[in-house]
């Protein structure tokens, strides 16, 4: 730890490795690039199986080949440093246990500030999970929908944090890709559209790329996020629909906007789906043609790809115009200097720096010639 760091990340990155987690952590590296941080990171430790489950386990898996594992050990990390302000990315209110084994954490930090990435205005009436909140000075959301009622249910001063995207890393220039990818659906997905989508793609109609496996834990973080974005770069029509849409029980009927919606327009892709209906959405992505709705219950997949297709000087202003307003409004250094104004600290010379980066690219998409997408058959 550096004693000119005035920054505290508490990152679960060394304990924790799925997929959705991800976004949090490409926030995390471009907190650490742009700003004077320390992170720190509990880790899990392996508990052996001894004793007489131990025995029970040898037994079982010699007549069925299956064992007995024990749940890892969480081990929390040591703070010994002062710091102006502490930030903790929270997926859920499940990940407060982690953080209530340091905490020191919080006493070593003049002010604190915690993300929660999932919290449905809802479940804001359940006073047990939300206590260790209360320790926060501040508290964030990305439901924009949730933070009055988490403000009322907590004490806490609450505001709304958009999701955001390393908008140099998804940026398809200076040296466009060929959109060679018709149409990229990633997570969670619309069965009707997937099976239509999924035949046009059979029939050689179209180049669809899509999951086919339920992989959720991964080797590294970063190689992730850069292997996303370079597909998201190749790709015409990505589908973004809004949070949860699968999860109605989830949600109670609340809108909100997700990752996807960044991710595919800092890339350049036009997002097609079951959009947000709330003033964020309409606010966050205002430009023209950046989003055409399909209903989740729909299959009429051919029948939109017909329509963006007919229309290709506009779908190509679009694309422009997604990635210049992902570069000037949609990087994770706008969110974080956010983040700094409610902690009432400055941003740092390296946070101008990256904002110049993001501007000059903004200068090279304009000055670049208008890119059309190649006709399908």
């Not at 990155?13 to 990171?41: L, N």
């Not at 007549?63 to 710091?83: A, F, L, N, Q």
């Not at 220039?173 to 990229?184: A, G, H, S, T, V």
């Not at 051919?302 to 779908?315: K, T, V």
Request: hydrophobic share 40%; proline share 7%.
């Amino acid at each position: 730890m550096s004693d000119q760091s005035r920054i505290c990340v508490f990152s679960l990155r060394d304990a924790f490795a799925s997929v959705p987690r991800c976004c949090g952590y490409e926030f995390e590296d471009v907190i650490r690039e742009i700003d004077a941080v320390d992170m720190v990171c509990p880790t899990l430790e392996p508990r052996p199986v001894t004793g007489l489950l131990e025995k029970v386990t040898r037994r079982l898996r010699r007549r069925t080949g299956w064992s007995i594992e024990r749940e890892p050990k969480v081990v929390p990390p040591t703070v010994s440093h002062e710091y102006d302000l502490g930030f903790f990315i929270q997926q859920d209110l499940g990940d407060a246990d982690v953080l209530e084994l340091s905490p020191e954490w919080h006493d070593r930090c003049r002010v604190t500030v915690c993300l929660i990435e999932e919290l449905w205005a809802h479940q804001t009436i359940w006073p047990k999970t939300l206590a260790p909140l209360a320790k926060f000075d501040y508290l964030c959301v990305y439901c924009s929908g949730t933070a009055e009622a988490l403000a009322k249910a907590t004490g806490r001063p609450v505001f709304y944090l958009a999701p955001g995207v390393d908008t140099l890393r998804f940026c398809p220039y200076p040296d466009p890709p060929e959109r060679f990818i018709d149409l990229y659906s990633m997570g969670r997905r619309a069965e009707a559209a997937h099976r239509a989508s999924y035949a046009l793609a059979q029939a050689g109609d179209i180049h669809y790329l899509y999951d086919s496996a339920g992989v959720r834990d991964v080797p590294s973080a970063a190689e992730h996020r850069a292997l996303l974005a370079e597909r998201v770069k190749r790709t015409r029509y990505f589908v973004a629909n809004k949070a949860k849409v699968d999860a109605p029980e989830d949600t109670q009927g609340q809108d909100e906007v997700g990752f996807r919606f960044f991710e595919g327009a800092a890339g350049g892709a036009i997002l097609i789906g079951d959009l947000p209906n709330c003033e964020t959405f309409r606010t966050l992505l205002d430009w023209d043609a950046v989003a055409f709705q399909l209903d989740y219950a729909s299959d009429d997949i051919a029948g939109l790809l017909r329509e963006m297709d007919g229309q290709p000087e506009r779908i190509a202003q679009a694309r422009r115009a997604s990635v210049l307003h992902s570069l000037r409004r949609h990087d994770w250094v706008y969110r974080w200097e956010t983040v700094l104004a409610k902690a009432g600290l400055p941003p740092l010379a390296a946070a101008q720096e990256r904002k110049d980066s993001l501007e000059n690219r903004a200068k090279m998409v304009e000055a670049a010639p208008l890119t059309f997408d190649p006709q399908r058959p």
